[in-house]
T-cell receptor, first 112, second 112 residues
Framework: DAKTTQPPSMDCAEGRAANLPCNHSTISGNEYVYWYRQIHSQGPQYIIHGLKNNETNEMASLIITEDRKSSTLILPHATLRDTAVYYC?????????????FGGGTRLMVKP | NAGVTQTPKFQVLKTGQSMTLQCAQD?????MSWYRQDPGMGLRLIHYSVGAGITDQGEVPNGYNVSRSTTEDFPLRLLSAAPSQTSVYFCASRASGANVLTFGAGSRLTVL
């Protein structure tokens, strides 16, 4: 699986958009980009995933660059409850295993 | 629909004791897995299963055993606990053909 690089921490003001970057320069053509988050002491929670096109759901938007070497997770109106560690994971969806590899992630602090 | 249920939530063991962490899911997911998370770290895969009767090792399998006799249950056994196994353990499952994991709430284990 392609390795991902994320900043270790970020701050965001409550009500503003939080833009979390992820570099995955070695991504291959059949690998998807997944985002999970982990609120303190809880199990990780799936947010969104995409292959090439930008994606949006009720939680967030995912912007993937045209060369697919990086992506940005956008929380449009961050709230205090969005304070969490956000993990960017690249994974081949055709792989039969269950081996999502979680790196260090980005610790997002939403401040009032 | 309870999702993924882990028991116990907290456990303290003495070195050399054995115990089993329980994981059950009611979503008829074929794939189940166990991760451990040490303080300030990401999740590391211990063992996983792609279906009843089939298990395989992950990144850090030593000191742990698993079995998958039913689709619903995937217990993790520590045969002789060591202080290095002090961690938070997460069980996760996903449906066949999907790559989105559903995590349990975690089991916090302390080995003295």
């Amino acid at each position: 699986d392609a390795k991902t690089t994320q900043p270790p921490s970020m701050d965001c003001a409550e009500g503003r958009a939080a833009n979390l970057p992820c570099n995955h320069s070695t991504i291959s053509g059949n690998e998807y980009v997944y985002w999970y988050r982990q609120i303190h002491s809880q199990g990780p929670q799936y947010i969104i995933h995409g292959l090439k096109n930008n994606e949006t759901n009720e939680m967030a938007s995912l912007i993937i660059t045209e060369d697919r070497k990086s992506s940005t997770l956008i929380l449009p109106h961050a709230t205090l409850r969005d304070t969490a560690v956000y993990y960017c994971i690249v994974r081949d969806t055709n792989n039969a295993g269950n081996m999502l590899t979680f790196g260090g992630g980005t610790r997002l602090m939403v401040k009032p | 629909n309870a999702g993924v249920t882990q028991t116990p939530k907290f456990q303290v063991l003495k070195t050399g004791q054995s115990m089993t962490l329980q994981c059950a899911q009611d979503m008829n997911h074929e794939y189940m897995s166990w991760y451990r998370q040490d303080p300030g770290m990401g999740l590391r895969l211990i063992h996983y299963s792609v279906g009843a009767g089939i298990t395989d090792q992950g990144e850090v399998p030593n000191g742990y055993n698993v079995s998958r006799s039913t689709t619903e249950d995937f217990p993790l056994r520590l045969l002789s606990a060591a202080p290095s196994q002090t961690s938070v353990y997460f069980c996760a499952s996903r449906a066949s053909g999907a790559n989105v994991l559903t995590f349990g709430a975690g089991s916090r284990l302390t080995v003295l």
